[in-house]
């Protein structure tokens, strides 16, 4: 698995855009997308599609996020990025109650760009 890996990393294009600092969070953005339609792919019930992958999976990846814009110094307009395709993607063939987990995802990155200062 780490030489497929290696070789993904190896590709010019790839290498290239990994040199850009914000890449990371387009990489798991990229993710939280293809999750959805892969699980409807291998046929996974809706519940545990919703609270598995939606509610627990791409909730972690969010709070990663946070804290990726938080440790990378970006632009606080970085937080608009995941909600917005996730959004986006779940429009041509997800029910539309989906939408709110978009709002769910900028919430919790809000929580991962506190940095552990929620209650202050």
């Given at each position: 698995?780490?030489?497929i890996?290696?070789?993904?990393?190896?590709?010019?294009?790839?290498?290239?855009?990994?040199?850009?600092?914000?890449m990371?969070?387009v990489?798991?953005?990229?993710l939280?997308?293809?999750?959805?339609?892969v699980?409807?792919?291998l046929h996974?019930?809706?519940?545990w599609?919703?609270?598995?992958?939606f509610?627990?999976?791409?909730?972690?990846?969010a709070?990663?996020?946070?804290n990726?814009i938080?440790?990378?110094?970006?632009?606080?307009?970085w937080?608009?990025?995941?909600?917005?395709?996730?959004?986006?993607?779940?429009?041509?063939?997800?029910?539309l109650?989906n939408?709110?987990?978009g709002?769910?995802?900028?919430?919790?990155?809000a929580?991962?760009l506190m940095?552990?200062?929620?209650?202050r």
């Open positions: 698995m780490k030489k890996g290696d070789k993904i990393k190896n590709i010019p294009i790839i290498r290239k855009l990994n040199t850009y600092r914000w990371p969070l990489w798991w953005s990229i939280v997308v293809i999750l959805p339609y699980s409807s792919l996974v019930p809706i519940v599609r919703e609270g598995l992958l509610m627990i999976i791409d909730s972690i990846i709070y990663h996020v946070g990726l938080l440790k990378l110094k970006l632009k606080r307009w937080l608009l990025l995941l909600p917005i395709v996730f959004c986006l993607a779940m429009l041509p063939k997800f029910a109650y939408l709110m987990f709002l769910i995802y900028l919430i919790i990155e929580f991962g940095n552990k200062n929620i209650y």
